[in-house]
């Protein structure tokens, strides 16, 4: 810990208030409820699940909420189908903006 | 007809039953006819808070059932005779409370004193949905801590949705009541300020209730804070809040504790 750090540890009253804010922004829009970040998970999964089969337990689905933007991290492993030069699997990652009313 | 003012805050350990205690003495100490109500069924707290523990016979659900006559089960308070508490029941079974039930009570108890103070159960579920359910006002009891602040926003929104007022329509007048508040910490950025509160909740302030001593103090003894220390910080604090209820234009303190002899000899806070 240097001196820097010791300065910084002071304030943290403005780090509760803008997390606070941008909670309750997310929370009085009826978040949680009619989760569009929930609807768009689904689908995704919809679609690439026509074309190759899904494991369950190889798909990571990632959320961060900010005060503008929020983001939708679908991280699908789909397995090698036979074309494919070397090892390993492919991965397809899809990052999507999505947008609340609420802004 | 008296009017129905609900404690709530959606979060537990905030100090609803402790300023339930201090407002409605403070009110009767004012020369107003003040009933306290505990709506925490099976958690019963405000009793103990209040002193009266030893002389609870009958309760709010005994009342509800026909068992007991209202005024049997009112516990007239021994040092403010203008103060009567309402006990909640031991009993486990919470559905014990009905809306039909609340509302008689609550309309009796309406036309019998000037305040009606419901003392609501921490939560979100049908304790604190039915001690909101009639109330004309509600007191949004809020700490300067994050999980706090975001639950009094949980609140207000039911509040502005499931109490009768707001199925008609009308609105439920809403007060902020600060407390545990450091006013040094806050200061020194430690603590969420007066200001971040306000801006956040965007509810008008009933008062500010420094953090003290005192408190703790007060419910050991089972007294009122108002009363056992009606000189003390938080005192003055509900004290002005309650003037506030009573519809008087009070300049908002944030009131601080006089230095005793000893702080004034050594010219420090006696705290």
């Not at chain 2, 003390?232 to 006089?258: Q, W």
């Amino acid at each position: 810990m240097n001196l820097l750090s010791l300065f910084k540890r002071r304030g943290s009253a403005p780090v509760a208030r803008d997390r606070l804010q941008i909670l309750l922004a997310y929370e009085r829009s009826g978040g949680g409820s009619s989760d569009l970040l929930l609807v768009l998970r689904e689908e995704i999964l919809e679609v690439v699940r026509r074309h190759v089969e899904i494991d369950p337990e190889r798909v990571a689905v990632r959320t961060d909420r900010g005060a503008k933007v929020s983001t939708l991290e679908v991280e699908i492993e789909v397995p090698n189908i036979v074309r494919v030069p070397s090892g390993g699997s492919r991965k397809k990652r899809v990052g999507l903006p999505a947008h609340r009313s609420a802004y | 007809m008296g009017k129905v003012v609900v404690v709530t805050s959606g979060k537990g350990g905030v100090g609803k039953t402790t300023s339930t205690a201090a407002l409605g003495a403070a009110l009767a100490q004012f020369g107003q006819n003040v009933v306290i109500v505990d709506f925490d069924v099976g958690l019963r707290n405000l009793d103990l808070v209040m002193g009266a523990e030893r002389r609870v016979v009958y309760d709010f659900i005994n009342v509800i059932q026909g068992v007991a006559k209202l005024p049997q089960a009112l516990i007239r308070d021994k040092r403010l005779d203008k103060l009567a508490l309402l006990p909640a029941s031991q009993t486990r079974d919470k559905d014990a409370l009905t809306e039909e039930g609340v509302l008689s009570v609550v309309t009796s108890l309406r036309k019998m004193f000037d305040w009606v103070i419901c003392d609501s159960p921490a939560g979100i579920e049908r304790g604190p949905t039915l001690a909101m359910r009639f109330a004309d006002a509600a007191i949004i009891v809020t700490n300067p801590e994050v999980s706090s602040v975001r639950d009094s926003d949980r609140i207000i929104g039911i509040l502005d949705a499931k109490t009768v007022r707001a199925e008609r329509g009308e609105r439920v007048e809403k007060h902020l009541l600060l407390t545990r508040y450091d006013q040094a910490r806050a200061a020194r950025g430690e603590m969420l300020s007066i200001n971040d509160v306000l801006e956040i909740l965007s509810t008008p302030l009933l008062g500010i209730v420094p953090e003290s001593e005192e408190v703790l103090r007060a419910s050991n003894l089972g007294s009122p804070v108002t009363f056992n220390s009606p000189g003390s910080a938080p005192a003055r604090a509900y004290f002005d809040a309650a003037r506030r209820l009573l519809g008087e234009d009070v300049e908002m303190t944030i009131p601080t504790e006089k230095p005793g002899l000893l702080g004034k000899l050594f010219g420090r806070r006696a705290a």
